[in-house]
Structures are given as structure tokens and as C-alpha cells.
């Protein structure tokens, strides 16, 4: 054994202390906002919705392929319906499954409207699958899914 | 604050189905970024907005703070008769902006 001072693995230079000290500031300064989860989504629809089936179909959602800007993504929707006032969509919802809230925004049309579609920007916290659910003036709920990757991710501040 | 910008075609035919464009000039704070000095910034959107056709709502929608800054959207309503439409926008305070377009139909 070479005659050393012993030095623990554990002891830390002044050096490391140093930079471990500017990198824990820099994570502390990092906001965490807690994300929703896809029960989370499921949540929101129930209590919107209550427990009546979701069908997928007659829903079409837009988002582009990929966002470079998480802050401003144009989406649109549209939902398959005549608009009249025997068949009508009463609303339209959009959940997030990785946004702090699942909850992005509510629309609600009737049979005046003449076209069930909706055009708005909105913002992604990452990489989803946005969900859109129509509610019929029947009370028949009817969902369509839009799959985008989010280069710069919005609620994330470094 | 609150600058509005509205797409609302001056003619239609009765019975038309019209796109309507509105816009209104809001940072849409979401509650989750933080200031220079670490500080939240607190939450401040607009919540609700509302188009009333001749007093009427024809179209309205809930926000959450995932609507990116200046809300914009686009949706439909049908020519049913010459008149005014107004664009209502409501802050999570209760302070109200809005603007109007009239329609001429033939």
C-alpha cells in the first residue's frame, strides 16, 4: 500500500463543492410543474361526461406532425355531423395527457353554428397524443386523437 | 392591452355558412413560468369567450391556460339575417372585452 493521506470517496474537494452548489441553485430555479397523466384525462372527461362511452370516430383532430414551438401549436377539429336542429354536436372538448392540466379548452356550438369545426393554437408541455371528444345534442360522446412531437416543450423554463 | 382583431365577411347569403375569425391581444399567463428574480408569475387568462348573433350566442368557449398567448379561433355560424355580431371576451377576474361586425344578408 503506497503511503497516503487516506482520503474517503465520499470527501469532496472544494472544486466539487463549488460546482454541486451552482448546479443544485440551477435545479432549484427550475420550475417542476407537476404534468397530467392519461388518468388524469380520463378524469376530467368523467367529470364533464360522467361514465356514458366514449366512441372513437366521426372526430377529426389537426395538430401539425411535429411542433418546433411548444408555446403556439395550431390545432383544429371537426366532427362529423349535419348541424341541424334534430342532429347537432352540443360540444367539444380537448384534453391534454401531458400538459399541468389535462383540461385545454371547451367549445360550445349548436345547430346554428352550420359546420362543427373549430380552429385555435394552443400549448404542449412535450411529446402527446391530444384528445378531442364531441358531445351530440343525443347525448352520444365521440372522441378523435391527433399525435404531435413537441421540439421546444412550453411550461418548461431553464 | 386588449387589442381585437376580427374576420367577419360584410355580405352573405341567407342561409350561408360563414367562417368568423377572432383574436384578442392577452399574454394568457399560465401560472408556471417564473420571473427573473425565481418568482411565480401568477396566473392571469381569459376564461371565457362568447359570440352573440343579433344578442344570441352562437358560439362560445372555455379557456385553460394551455390556449396560447393572443387566443385566437376560428369557427362557423349560418346566415340567418342582417345584423350585428359581437365578440365577448371575459378574464378570470371578470374584466370584459369586446368588439363587433355587422352583417348584411341577402
Keep these: ?158 | 392591452m386588449a387589442g381585437i382583431r376580427l374576420s367577419v365577411p360584410q355580405t352573405a347569403r341567407k342561409g350561408e355558412v360563414i367562417e368568423l375569425k377572432a383574436l384578442i391581444q392577452h399574454p394568457m399567463e399560465s401560472g408556471y413560468r417564473r420571473g427573473s428574480r425565481g418568482e411565480q408569475i401568477p396566473r392571469n387568462i381569459i376564461t371565457r369567450f362568447e359570440c352573440l348573433y343579433d344578442g344570441e350566442i352562437v358560439f362560445s368557449a372555455d379557456f385553460h391556460p394551455a390556449i396560447a398567448a393572443d387566443p385566437f379561433l376560428t369557427f362557423y355560424t349560418r346566415a340567418v339575417r342582417s345584423g350585428t355580431l359581437a365578440f365577448r371576451w371575459t378574464d378570470q377576474h371578470g374584466e370584459m372585452w369586446s368588439d363587433t361586425a355587422t352583417l348584411t344578408v341577402t
Excluded at chain 1, 94 to 113: C, D, M
Design chain 1, 1 to 158: 500500500m503506497p503511503d497516503q493521506p487516506a482520503q474517503p470517496e465520499t470527501m469532496f474537494s472544494r472544486r466539487t463543492l463549488i460546482r454541486l452548489g451552482a448546479g443544485s441553485v440551477l435545479v432549484a430555479a427550475t420550475p417542476l410543474p407537476v404534468f397530467a397523466t392519461p388518468d388524469d384525462v380520463k378524469a376530467a372527461q368523467q367529470e364533464l361526461f360522467g361514465s356514458r362511452m366514449i366512441r372513437e370516430g366521426r372526430v377529426t383532430l389537426k395538430l401539425p406532425a411535429i411542433a418546433e414551438n411548444g408555446y403556439s401549436v395550431p390545432l383544429s377539429v371537426e366532427v362529423d355531423s349535419p348541424m341541424t336542429a334534430d342532429d347537432h354536436v352540443r360540444q367539444i372538448a380537448i384534453f391534454s395527457p401531458r400538459n399541468p392540466i389535462a383540461n385545454v379548452a371547451r367549445f360550445q356550438l349548436g345547430p346554428r353554428a352550420g359546420r362543427a369545426a373549430v380552429a385555435t393554437r394552443i400549448r404542449l408541455g412535450g411529446t402527446q397524443a391530444v384528445q378531442a371528444v364531441a358531445e351530440m345534442n343525443d347525448g352520444s360522446l365521440w372522441s378523435g386523437s391527433a399525435q404531435t412531437v413537441v421540439t421546444l416543450a412550453a411550461c418548461v423554463v431553464l
